[in-house]
């Protein structure tokens, strides 16, 4: 299968990480995500692994949180004894009431509020990553107004087109993300933060895009990041020791993705920042990288049931399930791809093409477009692969509909990481 902890059981079910999905969906109703906590735990080795071997020490992979935060997620990356990205209050405060230490924090966004700023600071967060030029003044005088100095990272666009989706490419000179280095404003805001005295700098940032497979666009974003660092160190003085190259690796949403070995592909890039610093004649820095998606995706399904299967004779067939964009926007945002598997019947052949559609009141609800299956009946359970990110982080309860519980699984046990909303969740906030 598509993943290495899905299989088919003696009575034909999906099973998921050992468990039968079709008992847990009785055990939990659906909709319901489920997360494979030994997964993300051993991708999340992987990686600090090789940032040990390749990187220089200090190097420590950042767990962009936005992908999918709970208080779970983030003692699950506290143990494993990675940084974290966050990029509100709420994720801030999330990671805080879970106890993770805010000092390996990093905030994240492109456009913080004076109380976001006053907020990160009160509550010890370790570095700030800065977008423009108001948050330079912003962060330098509140920071001065609580006699703090506040390490923060420039994020710069390094004009690069990942070659992915237009919605996920962040990295080019026209994106809303940093200051461009093309148009030398970079270079401007960098002499802004070295004047400021509540300020310390302490690297750069970029992130070109998501669900990238190659090393090949990091490499560029480094060759372009480390000839800035060298300038900058020529034209100010200021030497960066750390360089955050982002976020962005994919993962296997179809069988037409491929497989990535994480390890090869970080160890790529590292060869190419040390051959460049060597020809640069610079201290190669301290590196961050910030994987979100690759770190939970494939770590994620989400159970729903089928309500109908409406042939719509010589047109298209849709299989309408209990849940939809309301627990996955992703086919609505960016068209994005799932697998899907007929879990009560997984040891069965496909033998219908169909649309899978939620039940909110959009045409646009779907899971996806001609989709393979097992011709569903009512009550059978479907399994959505690979909706360990951006699912949950994006619910949402449009059509007053109650948000899916998260359930975790590991060796020894499952257990729910977040509850399902009620309905009294959903007035909770009315007067
Ligand atoms: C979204 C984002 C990430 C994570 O991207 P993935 O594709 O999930 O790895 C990392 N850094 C920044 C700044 C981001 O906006």
């Known amino acids: ?71 779970r997620i983030y003692e699950i990356m506290a143990e494993e004894g990675i940084n974290i990205d966050a990029v509100s209050k709420g994720e801030i405060y999330t990671a805080k009431k879970a106890g993770f230490n805010l000092a390996n924090c990093f905030f994240h966004g492109n456009n913080k509020t004076d109380s976001d700023i006053a907020f990160a600071i009160d509550n ?12 330079i003044y912003a962060i330098n005088k509140i920071a001065a107004e609580k006699n703090v100095v506040q390490k923060v990272f420039l994020r710069v666009s390094p004009g690069i087109d990942p070659h992915t989706h237009k919605k996920i490419s962040t990295g080019s000179v026209e994106s809303k993300f940093g200051i461009a280095i093309e148009t030398g404003q970079a270079m401007d805001a960098v002499r802004l ?24 666009p990091f490499c560029t974003a480094a060759e372009i990041m480390l000839s800035f660092i060298k300038s900058v160190k020529e034209e100010t003085g200021f030497l960066a020791s750390a360089l955050n190259l982002g976020g962005g690796f994919g993962v296997r949403y179809t069988e037409k993705d491929p497989v990535t070995d994480y390890r090869a592909k970080i160890k790529e890039v590292a060869d190419v920042v040390n051959a460049l610093c060597k020809n640069l004649g610079i201290p190669v820095p301290k590196i961050l990288m910030e994987p979100g998606r690759s770190l939970v995706a494939d770590a994620g399904i989400t159970l729903y049931t089928v309500g ?14 209990d849940g ?59 399994a959505v692969l690979t909706t360990g990110a951006y699912n949950y982080s994006m619910a949402s309860n449009y059509n007053r509909i109650e948000r899916p519980c998260v359930v975790m699984v590991n060796k020894t046990k499952d257990y729910i990481a977040v509850k399902r909303e009620t309905l009294d969740d959903l007035i909770s906030l009315d007067e």
């Open 324 to 382: 939809g964009m309301a627990d996955n926007p992703r086919f609505a945002l960016y068209e994005a791809e799932h697998t899907v598997i007929n879990a009560t019947h997984a040891d069965k052949k496909p033998n219908l093409v169909a649309s899978v559609a939620g039940r909110c009141c959009e045409s646009g609800d779907l899971i996806g477009e001609k989709l393979s299956l097992y011709k569903p009946s009512r009550n059978d359970i479907l």
């Open 308 to 321: 109908s299967v409406k042939e719509i004779t010589g047109y298209k067939t849709y299989v309408s399930i």
């Open 193 to 216: 933060i070295l004047e400021q005295k509540n300020l310390s700098l302490c690297g750069f940032h970029c992130h070109v895009g998501s669900q990238i497979f190659e090393s090949e």
């Open 1 to 71: 299968m598509i993943h290495n902890n899905l299989s088919i059981n003696s009575v034909g079910h999906l099973t998921f990480a050992g468990y039968d999905t079709v008992e847990l969906a009785n055990k939990y109703g659906t909709p319901l995500y489920l997360m494979d906590e030994d997964k993300i735990r051993n991708r999340v080795r992987v990686y600090k692994q090789a940032f040990k071997d390749f990187f220089p020490e200090g190097s420590v992979p950042e767990y962009a949180s936005k992908a999918f935060s709970c208080k």
């Open 124 to 135: 010890g967060v370790g570095h700030f990553v800065v977008d423009c030029i108001e948050e």
